[in-house]
């Protein structure tokens, strides 16, 4: 099993930044991959950004250029730097890690962009 703890939200006005933190309980080298998601009320869960143990990095469209996802190995932690942010940023941020082809969730963390 694998158990994530996410970080770093909060309420943030337009144009500012948070950076999100996912604290893996297992070495990195040995997730597929992991992902932030958000979803905001009313909306579907979506794929932000995501970084698999290859390094091979996907952004939503609308994030490109704003967020950046990382990963500290050492600490075993997958972080997600978000700039520019907008109201439209605003939802409950998840982080998802695939293990031998099971997918493990954290708790979540707000993020609230106010105009």
């Known amino acids: 099993q694998v158990q994530l703890v996410e970080s770093g939200g909060g309420l943030v006005q337009a144009g500012g930044s948070l950076r999100l933190s996912c604290t893996v309980s297992r070495t990195i080298f040995s997730i597929n991959a992991v992902g932030w998601y958000r979803q905001a009320p009313g909306k579907q869960r979506e794929l932000v950004a995501s970084i698999s143990s290859n390094s091979t990095i996907n952004y939503l469209d609308s994030v490109k250029g704003r967020f950046t996802i990382s990963r500290d190995n050492a600490k075993k932690t997958v972080s997600l730097q978000m700039n520019a942010l907008k109201p439209e940023d605003t939802g409950v941020y998840y982080c998802?890690?695939?293990?031998?082809?099971?997918?493990?969730w954290g708790q979540g963390t707000q993020v609230t962009v106010s105009s």
């Open positions: 998802k890690a695939t293990y031998w082809g099971f997918d493990y």
